[in-house]
């Protein structure tokens, strides 16, 4: 059988089977045109795409990034900011003592050991050179004296931006591709990846695309002589597709992901036969407040106060769950409280506030002007405008503070703070909980490299990465807060310096 023979055979094949899922995939022929040609197409704009871009360009492959909607960013531009960053300079400022290997054990724990190791290990080796290629590199501002502890963490890690938002690395990210000279190109769809016998070639696109408008556009190939990296990010706004994966994600839930966390390249790659897993592993943020769409700001109360130096309770008054526990743990809780008729809440007091002001400076005054968190003279007031039984929130309070006391909590088995303090000075605050859609765990399978692997032979598919929430086996069952970020650069980067060595 000649080459060409094959290739005619090997696209029937492919078209045929397309035909009979109901969709189209585009397979590049000998006689495929093209519009354009460069070096890489990296597909996305948020930290891994950006990351990815950098460094291919650095290594002096031609680069443009593809993004789909009006403004760059995605879901890491509105993203809380804050960053994995074990052996940082705040973790010593605090006397914390942390390690490569807790951090690896932690994101394992977290994952039910449905991870991959090696990715997980290389993640946790790279999170202090991340932190200060951010610095050093991107120019990032993190606060300089604040580290904080997102739940199933052994102990506090994080560094926050001092914008208390992703914008703070994203548009540090995209100065740098400015920089650099890389076109960064919105409004451009991907509608095919085009896959020839030797990988992937190049991608056929909508460019001036109005989403969701799937017509929109006017169509254009564009060739990647190295290849394609893959960092579109997740579905979570996607209540169809999300559904499929698990049902209970309904319409009923808000997502904390902007509008175009929508699922068409999630089914172009499985089209095109890309390997997935764990698709239907699905985080919700535990700490949502149903008062604001969306992300919004309402969660850095509820975590950064509340889960760390304060409670959270139901409408009994009674903790029901560890507050720095997994996200999974937490957002399960939640619902079976609320399937049961019991409202959720996290409560703070003043002196327990102090690390949110000092981490977010401005922001809580924020919530209590649009009414996301309310304050309260006593915690009897607070009991009674909340709805919560105020007898066994007094006692509840009072026997939480012997944990406080005693840094060690029998019941939850929560981490207390070193200076987290008694609660017992008002004024007191107050926020509702509820679980949103937040993030997708499962997605392509890559190799060490990053090179996507064909779900037929195994194999790399030749010139295509990936790297983000577009990707599976990082994260396992849960991914851990604080540590998004942290996959999507140390996976982006490298992903960029794999794709520009190419020959």
């Known amino acids: 059988m000649t080459d060409l023979s094959r290739r005619h055979l090997i696209q029937g094949a492919v078209a045929a089977g397309a035909a ?38 650095k290594a002096g492959a031609n680069v443009v990034v593809l993004e789909k909607m009006a403004t760059f960013g995605g ?53 202090l050179s991340n932190y200060e290629w951010t610095v050093k590199e991107l120019g990032v501002q993190y606060l300089p004296d604040a580290i904080g502890q997102e739940g199933g963490h052994s102990v506090p890690r994080y560094v926050t931006t001092t914008n208390g938002s992703g914008s703070g690395i994203v548009t540090k990210e995209l100065d740098k591709c400015k920089e650099l000279g890389i076109p960064l190109r919105n409004r451009v769809f991907v509608e095919h990846i085009i896959r020839g016998d030797n990988g992937v070639e190049g991608v056929q696109v909508r460019e001036g695309y109005r989403f969701p408008k799937a017509d929109s556009g006017k169509v254009k190939t564009i060739r990647a002589t190295k290849g394609v990296v893959l960092c579109y990010g997740g579905f979570s706004a996607d209540v169809k597709f999300r559904m499929f994966q698990d049902p ?26 890309a390997l997935q897993v764990q698709n239907d592993w699905i985080q919700c943020g535990p700490w949502g407040c149903p008062r604001e769409k969306g992300m919004g700001i309402g969660w850095q109360f509820n975590q950064t106060a509340a889960a760390e130096y304060g409670l959270w309770v139901n409408a009994e008054g009674k903790r029901f769950v560890n507050e720095l526990a997994n996200r999974k743990v937490r957002a399960d809780a939640i619902m079976v409280e609320q399937a049961n008729g019991k409202k959720c809440f996290a409560i703070c007091n003043e002196p327990n506030v102090q690390p949110l002001k000092k981490q977010r400076p401005g922001f809580l005054e924020k919530m209590l002007e649009r009414k996301i968190v309310e304050k309260y003279d006593s915690l009897e007031a607070l009991a009674k405008a909340a709805g919560i039984k105020a007898d066994a929130l007094k006692a509840q309070v009072e026997e939480f503070n012997k944990v406080v006391k005693a840094k060690a909590d029998p019941v939850w088995s929560r981490y207390i703070n070193n200076d987290q303090v008694p609660l017992v000075e008002g004024p007191w605050y107050v926020c509702e909980l509820q679980p949103k859609v937040h993030h997708c765990m499962g997605g392509l399978v890559t190799d060490d490299n990053c090179e996507v692997l064909d779900v037929r032979s195994d194999k790399p598919i030749g010139h295509l990465f990936a790297a983000g929430e577009a990707t599976g086996g990082v994260h396992g069952a849960v991914r ?20 520009a060595a190419i020959k």
């Open 20 to 57: 009979l899922a109901g969709s189209t995939v585009a397979v590049a022929s000998p006689k495929q045109k093209w519009d354009e040609v460069v070096d890489v197409i990296v597909i996305g704009s948020g930290f891994a795409g950006l990351a990815a871009a950098i460094e291919a360009k």
């Open 75 to 127: 879901n890491s531009i509105i993203n809380g900011g804050i960053l994995t960053a074990t052996g940082c300079p705040q973790q010593k400022l605090h006397k914390i003592e942390d390690s490569v290997e807790l951090l690896e054990k932690d994101i394992l724990t977290a994952g039910n050991y449905m991870n991959y190791s090696s990715k997980v290990r290389y993640l946790a080796e790279h999170a």
């Open 248 to 273: 209970k994600l309904n319409e009923t839930l808000d997502t904390t992901n902007q509008p175009g966390a929508t699922s068409e390249m999630w089914r172009e790659t499985s089209a095109i036969g």
């Open 480 to 499: 851990l807060g604080s540590v998004a970020i942290l996959d999507c650069l140390v996976f982006g980067r490298l992903a960029g310096q794999k794709v």
